[in-house]
């Protein structure tokens, strides 16, 4: 009988130091983990919930499940007839794979950095292959509009008409065949090659600013002038 009791003590006694020392962990919502032995991925937990672990030996690396964002600097970058504009871009990506971004980067930090590499080189790429019309435009509406010139300071409607006339100027722009919308889709294409190998998807990427260079926006004042 007092074996038993011993026996049943020392059972308790090792139950609460295994309870002590954490065998049990939770992954919360909007997270995933990565159990690690000894450096070796052993699982992953795409769910949330309660999990057991081995103490001691196992580590959680935990990442974001939620959707994240990516807003990169502005870049100055040649178009295809070498005028130079400044590009800033935003994206929203995702880890699909917390395996292969545990193996290939890590940490949530370098992964990070490494998309943000891929994908400033990505928008450099795309920029310099085509012309500024097709990253400023994003359809031919423009070629479709009928502008009529007000004239002021003119005492009658015929002589305004005249002088309309007389002023009046054609100006078509040019066609566009890709566009603002497909330079992006196609950041997202190239960008999205590269970052599979680090488990990351990248979910759009959104040109949201354009603006000419300096010596660009001379050139484009003194074309508005001549017109």
């Known amino acids: 009988m007092k ?9 308790a006694v090792l139950l609460i130091i295994i309870v002590l020392l954490g065998p049990f962990y939770i992954v919360q919502e909007g997270e995933l983990a990565v159990i690690t032995r000894f450096g070796k991925i052993v699982d992953t937990k795409l769910e949330a919930g309660l999990k057991f672990k081995m103490p001691l030996v196992d580590t959680v690396v935990r990442y974001p499940k939620k959707i994240l964002t990516w807003d990169g600097d502005p870049q100055r970058i040649p178009t295809k007839e070498n ?95 890709t566009g603002r919308q497909g330079l992006s889709n ?8 590269f970052t599979a190998e680090f488990g990351i998807q ?11 260079s300096d010596d660009l926006t001379q050139s484009v004042y003194q074309r508005m002038i001549k017109e």
Do not use: C, H
Request: aromatic share 4%.
């Open 83 to 177: 005028q130079f504009i400044w590009v800033d871009t935003t994206a929203r990506w995702k880890i699909i794979d917390p395996a292969r971004l545990y193996q290939s980067a890590n940490t949530l930090a370098i992964g990070s950095s490494r998309m943000s590499d891929i994908i400033d080189s990505t928008i450099r790429t795309v920029i310099s292959e085509n012309f500024l019309n097709e990253a400023v435009r994003n359809s031919n509406k423009i070629n479709q509009m009928n502008l009529v010139e007000q004239v002021q300071n003119v005492e009658s409607l015929e002589d305004a008409e005249q002088l309309r006339n007389l002023t009046a100027t054609s100006v078509k722009q040019e066609t566009i065949q």
């Open 186 to 193: 196609r950041m997202l294409e190239m960008a999205s090659k």
């Open 202 to 212: 990248i979910i759009d990427i959104v040109i949201r600013q354009i603006r000419y």
């Open 3 to 11: 074996k038993l009791i011993t026996a049943a003590v020392v059972l």
